[in-house]
């Protein structure tokens, strides 16, 4: 593994599948570490970090574009997110319930997942703890 490098992390096996056909279309070798883990227990994808992402080191410049390109708003990339307090990109999106933290949070969960035309995606930063939409 010392010769891959994470190009990416998402929070859903099937968001990962799509982008890695993209990028093996582009000829870019691509592997995909805790796929079948989530796949199997979704709610693991928190705990576990994630569907990382991984491509040849002299492969990451020319995979990190097509990504950045390609990437839709809600895609499940959780690496792209920047924190507006601290601007480090160590952020985890916070879906459900169990995400919470505090009542605050657990209430919030509780109401966006009564709204299912809410779009808006909740994300903490793992650095600075700082909670925002993006």
């Known amino acids: 593994m010392s010769k891959f490098k994470t190009v990416a992390v998402y929070s859903y096996p099937a968001y990962a599948a799509v982008m890695k056909s993209k990028l093996e279309s582009e000829g870019i070798v691509v592997l995909l570490r805790d796929e079948f883990t989530v796949g199997v227990d979704p709610f693991a994808s928190q705990a576990i970090?994630?569907?990382?992402?991984?491509?040849?080191?002299?492969?990451?410049?020319?995979?990190?574009?097509?990504?950045?390109?390609?990437?839709?708003?809600?895609?499940?990339?959780?690496?792209?997110?920047?924190?507006?307090?601290?601007?480090?990109?160590?952020?985890?999106?916070?879906?459900?319930?169990?995400?919470?933290?505090?009542?605050?949070e657990r209430l919030l969960a509780v109401a966006l997942s009564m709204n299912p035309f809410s779009t808006a995606a909740t994300y903490r930063c793992n650095h600075c703890e700082h909670i925002f939409n993006e």
Do not use: W
């Open 49 to 104: 970090g994630g569907v990382k992402m991984d491509v040849h080191i002299e492969d990451y410049v020319k995979a990190l574009g097509i990504i950045e390109l390609n990437s839709a708003q809600g895609s499940g990339l959780t690496n792209n997110v920047k924190c507006p307090n601290c601007g480090k990109r160590a952020v985890r999106e916070q879906q459900d319930i169990t995400a919470a933290r505090n009542f605050k």
